[in-house]
């Protein structure tokens, strides 16, 4: 059940993680001030990420979905989870709140991040003494 869970919180925080993301790389393009300008920082951003990128960014994503399933370093992973979804909300909400377009709105898309860092904290606290208590049982 615990590795069915931790497989949820990875999938409930990848939509903030992808909007973060979005978030960062428009606000750089945009912040060129011309439209010449945006279209060349979004060509630079794709011609980096295209080989690298994206190829980091899903190794990464499914070395922690692996990592759940695996009692040894399921509280690495959720460790992992927690780190991406408190860093994602933080983003939306730095840059939400620093355009002033902040609304009571917004928050409702923030739910699912914060819910899989909060299994993601449970794991990480959690999972150690119930991995002791199993071993000291044994």
């Known amino acids: ?28 393009a945009i912040a060129t001030q011309s439209l010449l300008g945006v279209f060349g920082q979004l060509l630079a951003d794709a011609v980096w990420l295209v080989p690298w990128g994206l190829l980091a960014a899903c190794v990464a994503v499914l070395l922690v979905a692996l990592g759940g399933f695996f009692v040894q370093t399921r509280r690495l992973a959720g460790f992992c989870v927690a780190a991406l979804g408190v860093g994602s909300t933080i983003v939306l909400l730095a840059l939400t709140i620093s355009h002033s377009n902040a609304s009571l709105g917004q928050l409702p898309f923030l739910v699912p991040g914060l819910i899989s860092s909060c299994i993601g904290l449970w794991f990480a606290f959690f999972e150690r003494s119930s991995a002791q208590n199993t071993a000291s049982a044994a």
């Not at 949820?8 to 606000?27: E, K, M, N, T, W």
């Open 1 to 28: 059940m615990r590795p069915l869970l931790h497989l949820a919180s990875v999938v409930l925080v990848l939509p903030s993680v992808i909007l973060a993301c979005a978030f960062v790389i428009l606000g750089r």
